[in-house]
């Protein structure tokens, strides 16, 4: 009868090891899926909308399609086409300057509202209401034969608003008649 407890024992002995070690190997498992989702989280993702081509300069479309006071929103670019009362173009970044919120065009307010802590931009991109304390960043803007065409290579960052982070469209040369 001792024979049998001490087998009884072994083999008790034996699958306790055994449990012990996939028990182990789970803790591990469980450990290295915890550590890969805090990186998944922390490591900052790729944009939610592909980029049809590298081209870093988006082509907005012709000056006449844009309308006086307008702001249009360019996904794939990241930015806001506006055309101000004088007819000039600005391209602005959509990020909060104070912590880089998305931010939104409201049009019956007539400015970018920060759903995060509510700073406002007028439509040139200036500071209206804090907490944030610059404007928004700005892309360069060229028109080249009526078509208005933004570089989004890099923002270019601004304390506030200036006549000269404007573009307009090319005035036609007067024609001036010879007389002989």
């Known amino acids: 009868m001792k024979k049998q407890n001490?087998?009884?024992?072994?083999t008790i002995s034996?699958?306790?090891?055994?449990?012990?070690?996939?028990?182990?190997?789970?803790?591990?498992a469980a450990v290295a899926e915890i550590l890969w989702a805090a990186v998944s989280f922390l490591r900052p993702q790729a944009s939610?909308?592909?980029?049809?081509?590298?081209?870093?300069?988006?082509?907005?479309?012709?000056?006449?399609a844009?309308?006086?006071?307008?702001?249009?929103?360019?996904?794939?670019?990241?930015?806001?086409?506006?055309r101000l009362e004088d007819g000039g173009?600005?391209?602005?970044?959509?990020k909060c300057t104070h912590l880089g919120c998305t931010?939104?065009?409201?049009?019956?307010?007539?400015?970018f509202i920060c759903p995060c802590h509510a700073s406002m931009f007028d439509i040139r991109g200036a500071v209206v209401h804090s907490p944030a304390?610059?404007?928004?960043?700005?892309?360069?803007?060229?028109?080249?034969?009526?078509?208005v065409r933004v570089d989004t290579r890099r923002s270019i960052k601004r304390s506030g608003f200036s006549k000269e982070q404007v573009v307009y469209p090319d005035r036609q040369p007067r024609q001036t008649r010879k007389t002989i």
């Open 103 to 111: 931010i939104p065009w409201i049009g019956e307010e007539k400015s």
């Open 133 to 147: 304390s610059r404007a928004l960043d700005h892309f360069p803007v060229s028109i080249e034969n009526g078509i």
């Open 89 to 94: 173009f600005l391209a602005l970044s959509r």
């Open 6 to 10: 001490t087998e009884t024992a072994e």
């Open 14 to 28: 034996g699958r306790r090891n055994f449990l012990n070690w996939i028990w182990a190997c789970l803790g591990v």
């Open 66 to 82: 844009f309308g006086i006071g307008t702001v249009t929103a360019f996904p794939r670019g990241r930015f806001y086409l506006t």
């Open 48 to 64: 939610e909308i592909p980029r049809q081509n590298s081209d870093p300069r988006v082509t907005a479309g012709p000056v006449n």
